[in-house]
Each structure stands twice: as structure tokens, then as C-alpha cells.
């Protein structure tokens, strides 16, 4: 069953919540959905509403227009989107396949709702994985020397691709501003620590040099700076003094499977609003 | 600040958010928090709206009435409640005070928006702490033979008392169907064990002969049948094999405090409704 | 490294822990890992003891008969051991293939230290994927008419390939007592419920409609009596009413494999001894 | 029953474990319970091992000259200690009573072996309930002026009152490195936020501002560097975009309670050592 989702964020004001469920439902609009919050600090009202497009008085590429009143009024920033237009996405990996392997799977048995068209990597050790999945799969190894070319070649094809989601798969390298910049907010990665602590690199060696009891994983959106993106999903799992970094490395893994994917599913079900470096995430 | 809340259950029907949020704002009310949920398998619509009072056009004592058109036409339960009515809580105990103390303390630092008028105990334990918090203490033994008449004299007593909700702190007696009846929805259970693992007498020793590796606490609505009525709230905690039966009462007693107190605050803020023996919490 | 492991269970009494550790250090092995318990209510010692095989002066075909002076004196049962004896794993599964490809995948990833020569379902759907990874593949259609005959014939292949342990990966048949017989502490299940919680079958609908807030899953030995075995490892996930049946599911997929793989990786790595129908596991 | 705890460190060698068990069995000693790690990366051994006093064939005055000879052959660290030695522990409270009064009933409750003669605090509010569990109370207000006075007499009273244990529940202040030499190792502090991350002030408002859809508390040694010290346990609890800052410090508060008293209780007990900025829990 199809359905609209909008995404709505404004100041606070009387009225919201009324008029927005009174649009759909003076066009005929079911609602299945519906979900707010006002951050009282900054006095910030958040919405997503979702209702069946079945019946709906107007046509989907009409309703932004229709819409733009409401929108006005209350200086809504919003985003208006189809559940039949099934997001795409692009996978970044390296060496390590755990994460994207569990992307595949998790497609593959309808836990995302999305097309994967293609799988891009610095290394050529997921191509026969990523192939048996059909899907296409680039190998763009990263150097100094070629950063800004081969970040360049990337963007064109995403674009080409018309790629909706970047997701970084345990992808490794930093990608430049420029870069970051075309897709904001469009791309999720997966850091395994508990952010913010243990930025950077090796943070199961960091935890374990740290003697911490309870190591973590943390998806965020990517901005310029590095592992300091708005948070999407974190979670934790005990560890002991018997466990060695192979074993805290071991352990991670299944967080980092856990936490990317929850990050991705709820992105593609248009159930995050990104505001103040932070996220509401309207599970 | 003050604040009207009402709480609907009714079949999903079209426009059911959209009158429920004109209702409000038309009478000039300001939403401060909404929440709802449709339960696709029975096709029943839930809500909790709640806004702020000041500036709201009908008086609290005519909100029902003038509510009522709109509860008709949709075939609605619904509740209305005040946040300046501050509900009166009794508490039940028996000789483990453990509950009980971690509800008085709770209480004092704010983090419970009721008054506690009574505590009613079939021990004396608790006499002198009770009183340290300046709330009145009574002492009702039951036996098998003064069962029927101590039930007929506690529920005058909480009916003169205006008792609102009745919190069962680890208080060990079961209620009969007569007293259930008067309290419908209003007498919160802490249950030892993670149910429906484990229910009745011991839960802590048939979970140690049982070989589990992880406990729990379970709080929720009493029925006439034993620790069978609609859960509230729910923890586990993780023990091994090292435990004796006395260290899962430790680990447990953490777990009951923490679920019991859950489940109090939300129906003291009025997130709770039942349903089919199940709870939506909007939380 | 190769090394040995002891696991000892006996009537505590003084100088087991003194006499064991001696019986290793006077034939020159250095002690690894050693762990003990001893459970006060059966007044019964437990240990697991782990030494380097390198310089040990007792060839490992000759140590069971020299420790057996001792382990008569004790009256214990023990078992011995060697990381070089990796053991042979047959996985029986069904049509839910979630469990049996995380434990090829983890396998594949050197997280499970065995070999695993076959994978046994009634159904032929994981046939691909299990050929992809250079596994023999049978499918044994199970019906109630069938079904002696399938066990025997299942029973004579484990014991021709020398199956030292048997994982069911969401098998859904029942075994038999003269099968399980056969491999006594040495099939381990995944049940999708945190037992004793919802025994037998459609877990998660079972749990939907009690209304519970937390779900689990339980990996356990297999016994004759239905989900009643000892209980190897569990685990729990938080669910809320928005949660769908499906959404159980799904949950409780990340739930089922992360504890039917802790389980298997303890019994391979012999963490486990099994008594009174309850685990001690040294991890 | 009384029992005698050795706890040691020493770098690995073969017969370690042999030779302390063998001490305690010639000297008739039943062993209770033994656990024993060894840390690979800097080939360290750990052990604690407990034996029953009753019948033991050396008077507890005696055992640490008969164990020298050991103890120097393998160059160990190692502590003796005797279960009838009930540690004295000082709490050290502020203004927020939550820690301290969740110490108070613990040790009434027997959770907590040891005796408390004295709490000390920088303000009176504690005075009264303080005095209710028959406990002395000074109130010592510390400003950057007497800062050196006030620790140097709350250093005499400790050494007056033989204080084995420092316990700060939420004290606040800083002490100086000449106070905390003097009790190396002995001092406890519960940080409200799961460390290395939110060092500092105000760990509640730099995890809302950040973003964190997870909190924590973490129990640690102090050491000189600021919330740097071996960490014992932490603990965390999941929040959302709903929850203010009032909130996470109502969520906080139980893991405070829960992970301050683990430490305690697990040092009480003997089962900590430090090593390496880092511990080992015997639990």
C-alpha cells in the first residue's frame, strides 16, 4: 500500500498539528502515521505523518504545491516523499566486509527497503561477494595523489546513478568537503566506538588501552568533522578484563552490524529529521 | 504550567487526528505533546494529546461536555485528565521494604507527581520509616479467615482517601476479584521474574533451578489471574553461574525498583492505556 | 599454540585445585587459562584448566591414563581435550536460513575454531549458498511417516563423519529420544524465546499477544523434553507496542544468532560442563 | 565462616598456580574459590584465590612470613587479606544525597560487608539522615582558601579512624595529589557519564548537546588525572530525542546507584587488583 511521508520542521506555534492533519484530511488523506516532538530549548516543533496515497484528493506531484501555503505560513522546513519511490543506494566498503555483507543479507531478505545498484571499494576483495549479490561493484583505490580525481569520478557516478543514500561500510578513508558537501545528510557511517569517545582510528585498541567495561558502536551522518556527525542509532556490549582487542574486535562486530543497519533502515523509511548537529529519529 | 491530556482509544477511522487537533487549537489550545498509534490488527486507534491550558477557551469542567460530540462520533474510550489534579497514590508493602523506600525517596526528589496519602502494610516493618516521611501508616494483618472483611475495610479506606492509584510494593497478598473490581486499571503489580517466565511464589529460586542466565522484573495492571494482567514495563540483567540464589535477589532488586517506578511514573503522567490485556506506553 | 583442557566435575573435597595444578606442573606444562566453581549446594567442584602442550612429558595418547589416579581419587568425571583436535560440526537446518549462514559466515571468519562438513536440511533451499561454501549439502525431507528412518539415516551419516557436535539453525524438527541419545550433551538448539517463556512453537506470536516489553532468545543442549534443556546462553531485545509480529521477527533475528554462536563457540572452545539440566560456562 | 584472600600479581612463569594451591593444601586449607587470568600482551599472571580459616594449620598473623619464601621466588605483588577484617570506608557527599543514601541502605540491607563510622560533605544537608543511620557526619566546606587545610584534616581523621576505604558519591571536589597518595588505589568515584567520554563538568549537558542516544556512569580509582583513573565498572542506558537533560539525570541517577555500588562491593570483597592504569575484576 503506498503512502506520503512529510517530514516537517519549524518553529513552534499554535495550530501546527491541526491544520497539517487537516490538509490530508480535506484531500481524502488516511492517516497511518503520525509522530511530533518540540524540543522546548530551542522551541522547535518536529513532525513526520505518513498517510495512504489511495484515494488522496491530489496527485504526488502535485502536493508539494499544494502544500507550499501551510509551509509558508509556519516557515516549515519539510520534506515530502513516496513509498513507492524506493530509495537508492550506494554502498562504500574496504578491506573488511562484515558490515556490507550484512547490508546484502539484510536487503536481500527485505529488512531494506531500497535499491542497491552498486557497491564501491578501495580494495577488490568484495567483488565476487558484491557480484553474486548482482550488483555492480567499482574498485576506486584511494592514494594521496589521487584523492580529489577519484573522489570526483565517484560523485559523477553516484549522480549518474541517481544515488538517493551513501552508506560507509567500514570504508576508511576521509572524504573532503567537497565531497560531503553534495550529498548532506545523505551519507551514514559506521564508527565502532561509542562515540565521542575514541574518535579517530584503531578505537578498539583505544578502549582497550582504556581498560573501559563496555565497548560500543556508533552510526552518524558524515560532516566535515571527523566522527563528530549528528547520531543516529549507538549501542553497547560488556566486555572484561579475559578479553584481548581480537576479542573486543570480535564483539564489536555484531554492534557494528546492528547499529549501521537500524541507521539505514530508519533513513530509508524517512523516520530521521536532522536539526543542531543531533537527530530525532521517529521510530 | 498547567496542561489538559486525553487519552482515546477507538476503531481508525479518517480524520480522527485532524477533529481531535481542531478541536484544540479552534478553542485555542496550544499541543504540547502528541503521540498516536494504530494497531493494524484489530484496526484501533490510539492517541495522547495533551496542551497547554492557559489561554484555553473552555474550562476544564466543560471540556467533556463540549468533547462529547466528537467521542460519539467516533465511538471513543477516552479519558481527560488535569496535570494540577495530582493523583493520590496508596502503597502496599509487606515485610521486604525495598520497593517501597525506593518509591518514598523517588517521591521526595520530584521524580513522582503524586501525593502519598497512606502506606497500608500486613507487617509493622515499615511503621517508622513510613512516618519519617509524613505519611500516615496502617497496619493490616491478613489471615485466611480476616481476608474478605481486611479487603472491605482497606478499599473504604481508599475510597474515603480518594485514592487514585494503588502500587503493589512487593506486597505479597493476593486481592480478590471484588476488590480487583473497584480498581479497575488502577492497581500496579511489581512481579519479580521476567513473565511469563516464572510466575508465582520464588520466582528467584524456580529462576535458579531453571538454569537461566538472565533475570527480570516485571511490572503491570493486576487481574484476577496471577500475575497474568497487562505488562507495563519490563528489565533483565544478566547473571552466571557464579550466582547463588541470594546474589539474584541482589541483582533483582535493582531491576524491581527501576521497573516498578517506570511503570508508576507513566501512569502518574498519564502515558499508559489498555487495551486486549496489552499497554500502549507513550513514552 | 596447542594446548590441553581439563574439564573436571567431582564432590568438592581439599587439594583438587593443589593436585591437579601439581599433576601439570611436575610433567612441565604451563598453565593458561584454569577457572573453578564449585556450588555450594551440591557442595560439587567444577574446573576447566588449560595448559601448553609444548614441553608437556606426557605424550597426549598417554595423558587420560596417567591423570587417572587422580581423577579416581576425586570420583571425577572429567573430559580431556586438545586444541588440536578440531571438531566436526554438522548443522541441520529448515527454511529460515539466518542462523546457518551467520555461522558459515562467522566460520569463514575464524570466529568458530571447527570443521563443519555438512549442513542437513529439510528443505533444499540452502543448497546453493551451502555448496558456495565447499560444505556437502543433504536434504532429508522429514514426515511423520518417515521419520525413524530419516533419524537412522541421519544418525549412521554423523557417525561416519565423525560429528562431534550437531547445531540446529532453526531445524523446527523434533528429535527423538533414540536419536538424542545418541549425542548426549552434543546437539545444541536456538530457541526464539527467552525460555522458559513461550516454549514450543510460534514464539513471537506467543509473545506479541502476551504483550511482553522485552524479547529474547535462548540457546540450549537438546533434551527429550521440548525447550527444557540446559540452558547454554541467552539474550534480550526491548520492543514497544508500534512492534508488529514482524517486527518481532526481525528483532529477534540479530537476537538468535548472536546467541546460538556464543553457545557454539563456547562448546567448541570446551567452556561448558553440563549438570543438574544447568550449565556452568567459563568464559 | 571466615576465609583468607590472596590477591596476586607476578609475571607469568610455569607453577604458580601449582605452588600457592599446593601452599594452602599442606597448610590444610580448603580452597573456596580460585580465579586466575594471565594478560598475554605484558605475560603478567593474576590470581585470587580464598581458603576457609577453620583448620588452617598457620595463624592468620603468621601466613604473609610463611608465604615470603613464594612470594619472592616469583616476585609478586600480593595483598592478604582476612574476611573478618571488615573494611572502614568513608563516604565523601555534596549536595546530591542520591549515591550516598543508596550506600547507606545497601549496607543496612547486608549488601555491603564492611563498616561506615563517618561521612564527610561540604554541605549539611546530609546531617540529619546521616545521623538517622547512626553515623558520624562532619561537615568540612572546602573553598580554593582551605582547600590544603581542609584535606589535611580530613586526612588525619581518616588515619585516626583507620579508613581502609574512600567512597565518593557525587562529592565533587577535587583532591589534590598530596591527598591522594596517601591512599593510593583506595579512593572510589562514580563519574556520571560513560567514560573516556564527557570528562569533567556537566557530563548530563555535554551528552544532550552531543547528541548521544546513549548514556552512562562509570565507577573508577581516583588517580591524579582528572576522571583518568582504572576504571572498575560502567554501565548505560539508552535515551532519545524526548529526553531533556532532566530526564537524563533521572535516567542517570539508577546507574550511578547501580555502578558505584558494584565497585564498592567488589573492592570490599577483595576482588579488584589495579594494574597498568587498568583492573582486573574477579567477579
Tied chains: 1, 2, 3, 4.
Excluded at 560523485?155 to 538517493?164: G, N, P, Q, S
Excluded at 576508511?172 to 565531497?179: D, E, H, V, Y
Excluded at 582487542?245 to 536532522?274: F, N, Q, T, Y
Amino acid at each position: 500500500m503506498n503512502s506520503a511521508i512529510l517530514l516537517i520542521s519549524c518553529p513552534d506555534k499554535k495550530g501546527i498539528t491541526a491544520q497539517v492533519s487537516a490538509f490530508i484530511y480535506e484531500n481524502n488523506g488516511n492517516i497511518e502515521h503520525a509522530d511530533q516532538h518540540i524540543d522546548n530549548q530551542t522551541n522547535t516543533f518536529f513532525m513526520r505523518i505518513e498517510w495512504a496515497s489511495k484515494n488522496f484528493s491530489i496527485k504526488n506531484e502535485n502536493i508539494a504545491k499544494e502544500f507550499s501555503t501551510l509551509a509558508k505560513k509556519f516557515n516549515m522546513h519539510y520534506s515530502l516523499s513516496f513509498s513507492e519511490d524506493v530509495p537508492r543506494v550506494a554502498i562504500f566498503a574496504s578491506r573488511d566486509l562484515n558490515c556490507l555483507y550484512d547490508l546484502l543479507l539484510r536487503h536481500r531478505e527485505g529488512q531494506l527497503r531500497c535499491k542497491i545498484p552498486l557497491v564501491i571499494s578501495n580494495h577488490g576483495n568484495a567483488q565476487r561477494t558484491v557480484k553474486d549479490f548482482d550488483i555492480k561493484f567499482f574498485e576506486f583505490p584511494v592514494t594521496k595523489k589521487n584523492k580529489t580525481r577519484v573522489e570526483s569520478k565517484t560523485a559523477d557516478l553516484l549522480i549518474k546513478e541517481k544515488i538517493d543514500l551513501i552508506v560507509l561500510a567500514r570504508y576508511g578513508q576521509i572524504l573532503t568537503r567537497k565531497f560531503l558537501d553534495k550529498f548532506p545528510n545523505r551519507i551514514i557511517n559506521i564508527h565502532h566506538s561509542f562515540l565521542p569517545a575514541f574518535v579517530g582510528e584503531d578505537p578498539y585498541g583505544q578502549a582497550y588501552r582504556r581498560g573501559v567495561k563496555i565497548i560500543g558502536a556508533t552510526s552518524h551522518y558524515v560532516t566535515e568533522e571527523l566522527d563528530a556527525g549528528p547520531i543516529i542509532e549507538q549501542d553497547t556490549a560488556r566486555i572484561n578484563h579475559r578479553d584481548t582487542i581480537g576479542d573486543l574486535k570480535i564483539k564489536g562486530r555484531d554492534l557494528e552490524k546492528i547499529v549501521l543497519s537500524r541507521a539505514v533502515r530508519w533513513h530509508l523509511e524517512r523516520k530521521i529529521l536532522v536539526y543542531n548537529n543531533k537527530t530525532v529519529v521517529f521510530d
